[in-house]
């Protein structure tokens, strides 16, 4: 007997009873970003494995780490599961040549991918939605990006999501810290594990991810990045600080906080919560206006963000348990000579006229179809008889509320129904 199969370590099924809270969750997710002015693009799972070395930085995490990576021999091409999307969605802006008339405000959603040891919030295959702003320069295009966030936490009614906030300066600004930081780590030396030592001269910032404790010692008594900004920075910082307290934003200053990617210039930020343990980043963006020109583009400003998917909805869960139930309107019971044939008719009808219907398959006494009526969770149960069908009617049985069962022409069932049910699907 051949061993059982199951799904890749870190790679989860969404079974029916959790993929309604998702289907409930993304369909609120998109209204929110069509109402921002966002509008959808969808770009390759697939990417050149270059792309990303050359957006998130070769002595990244994710790059030296973390990549499902291999070599089509076929073709001659590296390739690379996308671990993330904002340097897929420049790389189609640059080669569709989407900034010709003008900034553009895109989002997308999908799979993402990274060989990471699964634990609670952390998966190899979890799931995003992300924003990007490209085109847009100054504080205001970031502010909007954080507010919009704020908005949504409120309408997904989750509290507790605080943001984190810091500006990591222009690149030339970086190069003067970087010297400052080297010292620094030079002078703690003994203090550093193996992938600080090795990062410590090729990309220091990166050291600002490590979760080693002791690592994180030496970064806590590191030099301030503040003292190396630009009057220019520094008004762009003060700009978007003063634009969060206009909306109502509350913010705390984390001038440790770099992201793990290495196209970030100016502002960076993270929304945490507190109830998801070491997970605990459920949004995390910034501005990236150098990354067009890195990929080959004209330069263009841009900024952005990405929320993980599986986070937010273990939150709204927590803060809403009961399961979500999508909207039934009917069942249809049938027996009889004839009885499936109308039943199939009727559903159809039903349907086009926006009800959600499911038909009873399988035969079986009228006993055991009501059974499954009930509990499917429909509204109504309609009945389809020898005796219905000879009078062209449909017995209507309430399912959810007290009221009397009726005959209904099923000529007229489409136009009666209305006054069984609330609501029509999807309204």
């Known amino acids: ?70 070599r089509d021999e076929l073709n001659g091409e590296d390739l690379t599961l996308r671990p993330e999307a904002t340097a897929s969605c420049v790389r189609a802006a640059i080669e569709h040549h989407l900034l010709h008339d003008g900034p553009k405000r895109l989002w997308y959603a999908g799979p993402m991918y990274r060989h990471e040891r699964p634990q609670k919030g952390r998966y190899r295959q979890f799931h995003q939605y992300g924003a990007e702003a490209l085109g847009f320069t100054g504080p205001d295009s970031d502010a909007e990006l954080i507010v919009m ?70 970064v806590q008594s590191a030099p301030s990045m503040m003292a190396y900004l630009g009057d220019a920075t520094l008004a762009h910082f003060d700009g978007l600080k003063r634009l969060l307290g206009a909306a109502g934003v509350g913010f705390t200053l984390n001038p440790r906080l770099v992201r793990g990617l290495d196209y970030y210039n100016l502002t960076v930020f993270e929304w945490i919560s507190d109830r998801l343990g070491a997970q605990g980043t459920v949004c995390g963006g910034g501005r990236y206006d150098g990354l067009f020109e890195q990929l080959g583009g004209k330069p263009a400003p841009a900024a952005g963000f990405a929320m993980g998917i599986e986070r937010l909805i273990a939150l709204q869960q927590e803060a809403k348990p009961e399961p979500v139930v999508p909207l039934l309107h009917a069942y249809v019971v049938h027996l009889g ?91």
């Not at 007997?1 to 370590?9: E, G």
Request: net charge positive.
């Open 149 to 218: 966030c704020a908005a949504l936490w409120r309408e997904l009614g989750l509290t507790g999501i605080r943001l984190e906030l810091n500006t990591i300066g222009s690149s030339a600004e970086r190069a003067s810290y970087r010297t400052a930081l080297i010292t620094h780590l030079e002078n703690n030396v003994d203090s550093l594990d193996a992938d600080a030592k090795r990062r410590m001269h090729a990309n220091p910032l990166r050291v600002f991810d490590s979760k080693n404790p002791l690592v994180q010692t030496v």
């Open 337 to 427: 000579a004839g009885a499936a044939e109308q039943a199939l008719r009727i559903a159809g009808e039903l349907r086009d006229a926006g009800y959600a219907v499911v038909q009873h398959c399988g035969g079986g006494s009228l006993k055991s179809q009501m059974k499954k009526a009930d509990a499917s969770g429909a509204r109504v149960a309609l009945i389809i008889g020898e005796d219905e069908l000879g009078a062209g009617e449909v017995t209507v049985k309430p399912l959810r509320v007290a009221r009397a069962q009726a005959r209904v022409p099923a000529a007229r069932l489409a136009a009666e129904l209305t006054g069984w049910n609330d609501a029509k699907a999807g309204t």
């Open 1 to 70: 007997m051949s061993a059982t199969l199951q799904a890749l370590r870190g790679m989860n099924d969404v079974l029916p009873g959790d993929a309604s809270r998702w289907l409930e969750f993304e369909s609120l997710v998109q209204r929110w970003l069509a109402r921002h002015g966002y509008r959808n693009i969808r770009m390759p799972l697939i990417e050149p494995t270059q792309l990303f070395r050359r957006a998130v930085g070769e002595q990244t995490d994710i790059v030296e780490k973390e990549m499902y990576s291999w």
